[in-house]
């Protein structure tokens, strides 16, 4: 390898597109972070992509991203389109290289809640051995805390704060569950317990999904990741350590990035 190399990752999800560029360098060979774009995905598929004989050109140009060497992308679930002039992969394989090369960990428990899906995926020795996704109901997601948030009339940031003696919401289904906050609005509940309430609602709905992974270890991935008190209560209630990566959000772009500089 004479030169440095720029490795593309791109990661189609269902609330936004994530974009990673990472530099292969010539002699040590390790992957360093170049930039990172994150899109809302309407907006990307409307001005900057178009499905062509099968394949989803994308115009970079337009975007002003730079040329890459290689190019690697995944998708929200059925909806993966295979990228003209580069690869496509699994997403559940590009999050599993992610939080390898994000936290150097090879046993752990992946849980990823992303715009409007949710996978955890039991990785040993590097491997993934099992997994459960869930990309039908938005309740353990982050556009439930997006819709709920409104409903309070408080920024996901602000929300992302409250953890303590929380509210009880009982409902499974995030539009029924939008009521059940009203109820509990009428009834006079401050905001810190009804946002707190939010944030044990989405834990509770993972727990009993995580019994079936054993592991001391969990990962804790995705745009949900960066909601402080989900991941206090995801500690509390499962008694394992949490760990998030740096770039919890791009996990899925940086897994694309690693496996396109491990296929160079």
């Known amino acids: 390898m004479l030169s440095e190399l720029t490795i ?61 060497d290689k190019l690697v992308s995944t998708g ?18 590009a999050h599993v290289l992610g939080a ?17 899906d949710s996978k955890i995926i039991q990785v040993k020795k590097g491997r993934m051995m099992d997994f459960l996704t869930n990309d039908k109901c938005a309740a ?10 409104v409903v ?8 992302g704060k409250h953890a303590e003696d929380p509210v009880e919401l009982s409902s499974t289904c995030a539009v029924f569950g939008e009521s059940e906050l009203i109820g509990q609005i009428v009834e006079g509940a401050p905001l810190p317990r009804l946002a707190a309430g939010i944030n044990a609602t989405i834990v509770k709905r993972i727990l009993p999904l995580l019994r079936s992974f054993q592991s001391e270890v969990l990962v804790f991935a995705g745009g949900v ?11 509390e209630g499962t008694g394992r350590a949490v760990v998030i990566p740096p770039e919890p959000q791009f ?10 500089a491990d296929n160079m």
């Open 8 to 68: 593309g990752g791109i990661d189609l999800g269902s609330r936004s597109v994530k974009i990673a560029f990472m530099k292969l360098g010539p002699e040590d060979e390790k992957l360093q972070i170049d930039r990172f774009e994150r899109l809302d995905t309407i907006k990307f598929y409307r001005e900057y992509g178009r499905k062509r004989e099968g394949k989803l050109v994308v115009d970079f140009e337009a975007l002003g991203l730079p040329r890459v």
């Open 140 to 149: 353990s997601s982050g556009r439930y805390l997006e819709n709920m948030s």
């Open 100 to 116: 390898i090369h994000q936290t150097g960990l090879k046993d752990f428990t992946l849980v990823d809640l992303g715009g409007q």
């Open 251 to 260: 996990n899925g772009a940086i897994g694309c990035c690693v496996y396109g």
């Open 152 to 159: 309070l009339g408080m920024d996901v940031e602000e929300l």
């Open 225 to 235: 990741a960066h909601n402080k008190a989900v991941a206090k209560l995801l500690r």
């Open 76 to 93: 929200y679930g059925r909806n993966t389109l295979e990228l003209a002039g580069g690869e496509t992969i699994p997403e559940l394989k």
